[in-house]
């Protein structure tokens, strides 16, 4: 059974420092990986999407990067700023989850960036 | 465009009152989901639509929850009695359909519901 592990479960950095957020999963064969962010009382906003067959996704600030063989993927953000402070998740489409490939999540980092 | 539009965005019940989430997706986005979710925690799929069609219900609680989807746009999620464990947000998602619903997803703000 899929298993999605994101740790830690919060991190805090002072303002302006690179910070990588870490996900984890237990079984290599993912259709997709989706990274989201989280503001408090707020629903979930898309981050970047990787399918299976690509290394990394680039968005602005935000490279995510996809290893499938050694279950992980990273969220890198350059240059910090305090308007990242959210809650980032992490999500597979795993194909072997059901008939319509769903999602599986990780619980998420608490991010806090220090002005 | 326009996102996906949830209402209430925030609901206080007693325990066995029931209640009701409604959700408009993104224009063109066959697949809807509704997902829990509770503090701390990632979400949890209750029920996926492909237009007006169940695709997996899987884990929705069938004896107090249901959900429908009307002409395969708008949606209702309806917990009829509640419990003091349902206390969670409620979030919709759609996504166009691409292969088994593998799409990006897109969601609404969510439904805070408290129960007392």
């Known amino acids: 059974k899929q298993e999605v592990t994101q740790i830690p479960a919060a991190l805090s950095v002072p303002e302006g420092e690179n910070l990588v957020l870490n996900c984890s999963f237990t079984?290599?064969?993912?259709?997709?990986l989706q990274w989201f962010r989280q503001d408090p009382g707020k629903g979930l906003t898309s981050l970047l999407l990787?399918?299976?067959s690509q290394r990394e996704q680039t968005s602005g600030r935000l490279n995510a990067s996809l290893d499938k063989s050694s279950g992980r993927s990273t969220l890198y953000i350059a240059a910090s700023q305090p308007g990242d402070s959210a809650t980032y998740l992490c999500a597979v489409r795993d194909p072997r989850a059901g008939s319509n490939y769903q999602l599986i999540w990780g619980a998420g980092t608490k991010l806090i960036i220090k002005p | 465009e326009a996102g996906v539009a949830q209402s209430p965005r925030y609901k206080i019940i007693e325990k066995r009152q029931s209640v009701a989430f409604w959700c408009n997706p993104i224009s063109g986005h066959a697949t809807l989901y509704w997902y829990q979710q509770i503090l701390g925690q990632g979400p949890k799929l209750l029920i996926q639509f492909q237009n007006n069609g169940v695709v997996d219900d899987s884990q929705l609680p069938k004896d107090r929850f249901s959900a429908e989807r009307l002409k395969g746009v708008d949606s209702t999620l309806k917990i009829q009695p509640a419990k003091l464990e349902d206390s969670a947000v409620y979030l919709c998602?759609?996504?166009?359909?691409?292969?088994f619903g593998t799409g990006e997803l897109f969601f609404g703000e969510g439904s805070r519901l408290t129960v007392l």
């Open positions: 079984d290599s064969a993912i259709y997709n």
């Open positions: 998602a759609s996504s166009l359909v691409s292969g």
């Open positions: 990787i399918q299976s």
